[in-house]
């Protein structure tokens, strides 16, 4: 579904028009409902809006923002800290309550693989390794990210494509409830009742969240029970 479709669906679903409902009103709230199904996908399916993100370190600085479109998890933290080195996985710490004082981080901790590592602090990244210097892309973490947020509701583009090659598109299966939610929106701040389909919505919702919580079944691992031979007196021996 295009931005375009979506917007005449909405219409359709409400009996709007571009008067009753204009694209202004209908982006925001195309875009806090996305978000709000976005966020259930990612608690159904952590992988699904995971992306990577690449940074430059800055000389003897520790703390680093985490981005503004990151949703809710981070999973992975990657540091390389000389030009032209490798980036090693960095250890999460729950939290660091020795000395944060320069030398005493350097003392305790070093550049080498497996004896650095980061904690969490103010929605951002502290660093605890040897001394920092500037490296371009020095640092990268893997996160959930948000899906792009629609700037119009026009174009032929669909939804599902992803925007940039740093952003994610919405999944095709989520499009139609993404445009009943609208739907259910506009009708309660307008006091219009909710039709049968509109009342399903959650249902429906759950429906498809279950569908998209096992994305790749290769790693199922399914398990079976030995033979009744192999399991000796399994109870039913006379």
């Known amino acids: 579904m295009t931005g375009t479709q979506l917007a005449t669906l909405i219409r359709k679903k409400t009996r709007a028009n571009s008067t009753t409902y204009a694209d202004a009103e209908m982006l925001v709230d195309v875009n806090n409902v996305k978000n709000e199904i976005a966020s259930l996908i990612a608690d159904r399916n952590q992988k699904f809006f995971e992306r990577r993100g690449t940074f430059a370190l800055v000389a003897n600085q520790r703390h680093y923002s985490l981005p503004d479109d990151m949703l809710n998890n981070l999973t992975k933290v990657e540091v390389m800290f000389a030009t032209g080195g490798t980036h090693y996985e960095a250890k999460a710490m729950k939290d660091y309550r ?37 490296v371009t892309g020095g640092y990268r973490i893997w996160y959930v990210e948000y899906p792009a947020d629609l700037s119009v509701l026009t174009g032929s583009t669909d939804l599902t494509i992803d925007p940039t090659t740093t952003s994610s598109g919405f999944p095709k299966q989520f499009h139609e409830l993404l445009a009943r939610k609208v739907s259910i929106e506009w009708k309660g701040r307008n006091n219009v009742r909710l039709n049968e389909l509109e009342l399903n919505y959650e249902n429906d919702l759950q429906k498809q969240l279950n569908a998209i919580s096992h994305f790749d079944h290769s790693l199922e691992i399914i398990g079976s029970l030995p033979s009744r031979a192999d399991l000796y007196d399994d109870g039913f021996s006379l």
């Open 98 to 134: 020795g000395s944060e004082t320069e030398a005493e981080i350097v003392n305790n901790f070093s550049n080498n693989e497996g004896e650095f590592a980061y904690v969490i602090r103010n929605r951002g990244i502290f660093i605890l390794s040897g001394t920092i210097i500037s």
